[in-house]
Nanobody, 127 residues
């Protein structure tokens, strides 16, 4: 098991910003790609962003491109999601995820591409 703990969620007005953090414990995740997903009530879990183990590659869902930035600090075993220009439709529980294998060459953008999941952090954007 690789416990992943998200933090940084909360209530923010439309147009505001939040930074989510995902801290891993138990083992280093520096050789793993990492992803962020979100799930709104009544909807399926959807891909938000992913970052390669080297941090050289990132990928974003079209709905957040230009507003969200994923980054990582391998020394802290932590991945971040900086969210700006937030919209009410960004309201969801946000999850970070890690695969079970290292040094992948292609970023996964579906939940099936990840094995370990955090418990989620709620983000609510008011209009």
């Amino acid at each position: 098991q690789v416990p992943l703990v998200e933090s940084g969620g909360g209530l923010v007005q439309a147009g505001g910003s939040l930074r989510l953090s995902c801290a891993a414990s138990g083992r280093t995740v520096s050789s793993w790609d990492m992803g962020w997903f979100r799930q709104a009530p009544g909807k399926e879990r959807e891909f938000v962003a992913a970052i390669s183990w080297s941090a050289r590659k990132t990928y974003y869902a079209d709905s957040v491109k230009g507003r969200f930035t994923i980054s990582r600090d391998n020394a802290k075993n932590t991945v971040y999601l900086q969210m700006s220009s937030l919209k009410p439709e960004d309201t969801a529980v946000y999850y970070c995820a890690a695969p079970g294998d290292a040094y992948r060459t292609v970023l996964a953008t579906t939940p099936g591409g990840y094995y370990f999941w955090g418990q989620g952090t709620q983000v609510t954007v008011s209009s």
